[in-house]
């Protein structure tokens, strides 16, 4: 089973960046798609994010496009998040999963999950 930590998050005023990390461990010889999720309280957990295995291809929601960066370290099983001009509207909890697929932005195709890290977005 692949672990999947997630860490980065925090409190930043809108306009500001923070860099999320996803940190695999356990069993982590297949090649998988990394993807970021987030949820607000009430809200669906929606699709951010997604990298290939290769890193070759990323796939961005129309929101966070133009502002968030995906990136990937296979040597350090890390994958990244890069998040600027932070707006309000971004603050959710932030999860990062993993997929056999490339270009899923849905949830159910993902598996394992990561415990996600908070991200608040002060106006």
């Known amino acids: 089973q692949v672990q999947l930590v997630e860490s980065g998050g925090g409190l930043v005023q809108a306009g500001g960046s923070l860099r999320l990390s996803c940190a695999a461990s356990?069993?982590?010889?297949?090649?998988?798609?990394t993807g970021w999720f987030r949820q607000a309280p009430g809200k669906e957990r929606e699709f951010v994010a997604a990298?290939?295995?290769?890193?070759?291809?990323?796939y961005y929601a129309d929101s966070e496009k133009g502002r968030f960066t995906i990136s990937r370290d296979n040597a350090k099983k890390t994958v990244y998040l890069q998040m600027n001009s932070l707006k309000p509207e971004d603050t959710a909890v932030y999860y990062c999963?993993?997929?056999?697929?490339?270009?899923?932005?849905?949830?159910?195709?993902?598996?394992?999950w990561g415990q996600g890290t908070q991200v608040t977005v002060s106006s």
């Open positions: 990298i290939s295995w290769s890193g070759g291809s990323t």
């Open positions: 999963a993993a997929s056999p697929t490339d270009g899923s932005t849905r949830y159910l195709e993902y598996d394992p």
């Open positions: 356990g069993r982590t010889f297949r090649r998988y798609a």
